[in-house]
């Protein structure tokens, strides 16, 4: 790689995404360098102008950092005809439309493909691209309780409960980037682009991950443990004197550890605690015990004494607490932009470390048409044909 190359500037994408799971996956993208060309109908004509929240919003800003931003009218045959014009030129497509959009539109995959074989098309919607769902309207909460989430979190006996991030987005913006990396991958020896689609659904349920699993292979049906882990014992949430602390206690090893800092040992000698299966047996007992001997210190004192023993331990932070924690600030988990219209401010970094890439500098979500003209430029667009273009109000 160059000295100071982002690793994927020779990848063109076109991103039709908005709200949340698409700008997830191409924001994987664009993290790392592709040139990313944010396509939004012109304002005239967009009917979804809050989905996704306001653009000078949090959300917006920090979901569609590192992109350019150009207006298109897809609805317009002149509009499609430009897009395909790009489509020729370009590596990637994603959108995250309803199944039918894309084909009402004539964008999809075989359209896109007959323009430029080895364009990699990546589709994200509800509940996948075929199957009796397909065309019901995705949304996170929804795949949160079809995918079985929101019925293992939350406090025993309290109901259903939605986790604190929109994680069906999340994971599925996640897959679709791994995947179109994947194909990108694939056609460095095949020369030939392919469709890359997951779903809300689908990305939940694969992340519930061992939980799953226990249904799958013991025919285990797992229900609420709230703070508590399903199966490592002790490992939850304790008051202290001043506040709360996670322990993260698994083993016979460090459960002794456990018992020698908490000065314990009759705990430890406890037959009814003396093995994994008898501690998950008698878990609300023990968690009475234990809660006993973390409300008589400090929340510092036995973070610092659990974690110099062995035993995982951490404080339970506030968001504004959280951003001032050491480590995090080690980390720096924020970049700085600037926007011409909000001036500077700090947005979520890539969690990703590359040894041999640069510090890529982050740049601010695009006002919407920001780089139009610029773009169709770069795509070979004459001067004409873009005055044609914004007096017919394609762009």
């Not at 991958?185 to 939940?204: P, Y």
């Not at 460090?254 to 299966?277: H, I, K, P, T």
Request: charged residues 25%; hydrophobic residues 40%.
């Amino acid at each position: 790689m160059k000295n100071g190359h982002a690793p994927l500037a020779r990848f063109t994408v076109l991103d039709l995404t908005r709200v949340r799971a698409g700008p997830t996956a191409v924001r994987q993208l664009a993290d790392w360098g592709a040139n990313i060309i944010k396509i939004e109908p012109p304002e005239n004509i967009d009917a979804a102008k809050t989905m996704g929240g306001p653009r000078h919003g949090p959300d917006f800003q920090n979901l569609h950092r590192n992109k350019r931003g150009m207006t298109l009218n897809l609805k317009a045959d002149a509009g499609r005809e430009a897009f395909f014009r790009m489509v020729k030129r370009a590596d990637v497509v994603v959108e995250n439309f309803r199944p039918d959009v894309k084909d009402r539109l004539d964008i999809g995959y075989e359209r896109c493909k007959r323009e430029n074989p080895g364009i990699v098309y990546a589709s994200i919607s509800g509940f996948g691209q075929e199957g009796p769902y397909r065309l019901r309207p995705g949304f996170d909460q929804i795949a949160q309780g079809m995918g079985g989430l929101m019925w293992i979190t939350g406090l025993p006996g309290q109901g259903p409960v939605r986790v604190g991030v929109p994680i069906a987005d999340l994971a599925s913006g996640l897959y679709t980037a791994i995947g179109i990396l994947t194909a990108l991958l694939q056609r460095e020896e095949t020369g030939e682009g392919q469709w890359v689609h997951t779903s809300l659904l689908e990305a939940q349920i694969a992340m519930l991950d061992f939980q799953a699993a226990r249904w799958l292979i013991a025919n285990e049906v797992p229900e609420q443990a709230g703070n508590n882990h399903p199966t490592s014992i002790p490992t939850g949430v304790f008051q202290t004197r001043d506040g709360y602390i996670n322990i993260a206690c698994s083993g016979e090893l460090m459960w002794q550890r456990l018992c020698d800092v908490l000065d314990a040992g009759d705990l430890y000698r406890d037959e009814r605690f003396s093995n994994g299966e008898v501690r998950l047996k008698n878990r609300d007992v023990l968690n009475e015990c234990l809660q006993a001997h973390f409300a008589k210190r400090d929340s510092v004192h036995w973070i610092d004494a659990l974690n110099d023993a062995g035993v995982p331990c951490g404080p339970i932070y506030r968001m504004d607490e959280m951003w001032s924690d050491p480590q995090v600030a080690h980390l720096k988990m924020s970049r700085s932009v600037n926007n011409s219209v909000m001036g500077d401010y700090e947005v979520v970094r890539n969690a990703a470390n590359l040894s041999n890439a640069p510090d890529l500098p982050y740049r601010a979500s695009p006002e919407r048409g920001e780089h139009t003209d610029e773009i169709l430029r770069e795509f070979g667009f004459s001067e004409d044909e873009i005055a044609t273009m914004k007096k017919e109000n394609v762009v």
